[in-house]
C-alpha cells in the first residue's frame, strides 16, 4: 500500500507541475482552441505505456480467461507441515553435550549434528565385555560337563561288558557290579550338570545381546558394526570399545528447526536436543462453511492458488489432492479441508496464507474473467485497463461491465475478449495518472515519472 501511494504522489506532483510548467512539445503562443483544432484527433481513451512507464509504475499484465467463476468455490487457509514432516533428535543416555549444527542450517542424510559424553557409556561398554567373559566361562564349562559325561557313559560301558562276560562264565563280581551301578547313577546328575552349562551359556549371549542392542540404540549404529573388527592401536579389537564420544547424524535431511539445548550442557535422557523439519513436506489446510458440504460433495481434486501479490502470478496455481477434515467448529460453522500440493511452488511454506479453489457442479457455464484486483473504484463507476491488442505500448480504459464475482476472479459482461491483456499492478496509478481535477481525461501518455499529458507530443 506504501509503494501505491508513494506513486500516486508521484503521480499528482506531476500533474501539479503541469498547470506551472511547459514539458511537452505544444506552443504557448497559441491559444488551446486553436491547438485542439489544428491537432486533428478526436478524444480517445487510449493511453501511451511505454516500456519505461511500465517499469517505473510496476505495471503488469493478466490474460482475460474463461473461468467457470459461478461454480467456484474459494476456500481461505494456510499451509501446515505434515505430522512426519518432524524428526526430533533426543538424548538417548545422559551426558554433556556439544551442538554441531546451527539454527535453520540444512543438512543431509548423514550430517553429523552433535555429539555427547556419557558416564553411562563405559558402563554400557563394561557390560558388553562382561557378556563376552560370560560367554568364555560357560563355554569351558560346557566342554568339561561334556567330558565327564562322556567319560562316565564310557566306563559304565566297559564295566558292562565285563560284567556280561563274568556271567556267561556264570561268575558273579559284586564289587564291578556295585561300581556299574554307581556310575551308572551318576550319569543323570552329570547330565543335569551339563544342561546348566548350557543354560549359562544361553544366558550369557543373551545379557550380551542385550547390551549390544542397548548400546546400538544409544549410538545409532548397528549391532553388526559394532562387533566388527577394526585397527585400534597395534591390534584389532571390536569398534564399540573405540567409541569415547557418541555422535548423532542426521537421518533424513531438511532444516534445522530448533535447537533445546545449550552447547556443552549436561542434559538427561531422554532430553530433547534438536528437531528437524522437511520444508517440502507441507499441506493446506481450508476452512469451508458448512453450509458448502452439499456443494462440495465427495471431493477429491482441488486447485491451491497463492495470494494476490506483487512479483506473484495471478495463475501460479497447483493441483492438489483433497480430503474433508474431522474437525469442525460448529459456533463459526465451518470445517477443515485437507489439501496436498503435488507441486512445489516458491510460495508454498509453513504459515503462508492461501486460497483453495473447487470447481463444484452448476447450471452455468464458463464465462470470460479478469482478476478482481484489476478493477480499480472511479467515482460511482468501475474500470480496468486493456492492453490495446494493436499497440502494446498503449492501454485502453474500460468500464467494467461486471458479472459473477467469486472474490478473486470476476465476470466481464463486455469489453473483453479471450487472450486479451489487462492491466493487473499499476491500474490504480494509471487511473490517477491519467485523472485531472476529478475529470477523467480522454486520451494521451504517460511520462516515465507517472504524470499524465493529453495528446501526443
Known amino acids: 500500500m506504501n509503494c501505491r501511494y508513494s506513486l500516486s504522489a508521484v503521480a499528482l506532483y506531476g500533474l501539479a507541475c503541469l498547470s506551472l510548467l511547459t514539458a511537452c512539445s505544444r506552443d504557448p503562443s497559441m491559444p488551446e482552441s486553436a491547438d485542439a483544432a489544428n491537432d486533428g484527433t478526436s478524444p480517445t481513451d487510449r493511453v501511451e505505456i511505454p516500456a519505461t512507464v511500465r517499469n517505473n ?10 473461468r467457470r467463476v459461478e461454480s467456484t468455490i474459494r476456500m481461505p487457509g494456510a499451509f501446515e507441515l505434515q505430522p512426519l514432516a518432524r524428526h526430533e533428535y533426543r538424548m538417548t543416555l545422559p551426558g554433556r553435550v556439544e551442538i554441531e549444527v546451527d539454527q535453520y542450517q540444512r543438512v543431509e542424510p548423514g550430517d553429523l549434528l552433535y555429539r555427547f559424553l556419557s558416564p553411562e557409556w563405559p558402563e554400557l561398554q563394561h557390560e558388553i565385555i562382561v557378556g563376552e567373559q560370560e560367554i568364555e566361562a560357560a563355554n569351558a564349562a560346557i566342554g568339561v560337563a561334556r567330558a565327564r559325561t562322556d567319560e562316565a557313559e564310557q ?12 556271567s556267561q562264565a556264570e561268575v558273579r563280581n559284586a564289587e564291578l557290579e556295585a561300581q556299574a551301578a554307581e556310575i551308572e547313577a551318576s550319569l543323570p546328575r552329570l547330565r543335569a550338570e551339563l544342561k546348566q552349562t548350557e543354560t549359562a551359556l544361553a544366558n550369557a549371549h543373551r545379557t550380551r545381546e542385550h547390551a549390544m542392542h542397548r548400546a546400538s540404540a544409544a ?6 558394526q559394532l562387533q566388527s573388527l577394526v585397527e585400534f592401536g597395534s591390534g584389532s579389537v571390536p569398534a564399540f570399545q573405540t ?16 535447537l533445546e539445548l545449550t552447547d556443552g550442557a549436561f542434559a538427561e535422557a531422554p532430553s530433547l536436543v534438536l528437531s528437524i523439519i522437511d520444508p517440502g513436506k507441507v499441506r493446506f489446510r481450508a476452512l469451508a462453511l458448512q453450509s458448502d458440504l452439499a456443494r462440495l460433495g465427495d471431493i477429491h481434486r482441488a486447485r ?3 495470494p494476490v501479490g506483487q512479483g506473484i502470478d495471478v495463475n501460479d496455481g497447483v493441483e492438489a489432492r483433497v480430503e474433508i477434515g474431522l474437525e469442525a467448529d460448529p459456533r463459526q460453522r465451518t470445517i477443515a479441508i485437507l489439501a496436498t500440493p503435488e507441486q512445489g511452488r516458491p510460495w508454498i511454506r509453513q504459515g503462508v496464507s492461501a486460497f483453495l479453489e473447487v470447481v463444484v457442479e452448476s447450471t ?14 472511479d467515482g460511482v463507476a468501475h474500470v480496468f485497463f486493456r492492453r490495446d491488442p494493436s499497440d502494446p505500448n498503449k492501454a485502453i480504459r ?10 478473486r476472479w470476476v465476470a466481464i459482461n463486455s469489453g ?9 499492478d499499476g491500474a490504480y496509478e494509471l487511473k490517477l495518472a491519467s485523472q485531472q481535477d476529478g475529470v477523467v481525461q480522454k486520451g494521451g501518455h504517460v511520462h516515465a515519472d507517472g504524470t499524465f499529458h493529453q495528446g501526443d507530443h
Open 219 to 224: 549410538t545409532g549404529i548397528g549391532e553388526d
Open 304 to 306: 491451491i492458488v497463492p
Open 57 to 66: 509504475l510496476g505495471i503488469t499484465f493478466a490474460k482475460v480467461e474463461r
Open 398 to 407: 474500460v468500464e467494467a461491465d461486471m458479472g459473477v464475482d467469486d472474490g
Open 416 to 424: 473483453v475478449a479471450p487472450g486479451d491483456e489487462i492491466v493487473l
Open 364 to 377: 452455468g457455464g464458463p464465462a470470460l474473467a479478469i482478476p478482481r484486483s484489476s478493477i480499480v473504484r
Open 155 to 166: 566306563r559304565l560301558a566297559i564295566m558292562r561288558e565285563r560284567v556280561a562276560s563274568l
Open 243 to 258: 567409541i569415547i564420544w557418541i555422535e548423532v547424524r542426521a537421518a533424513e535431511g531438511g532444516v534445522v528447526e530448533s
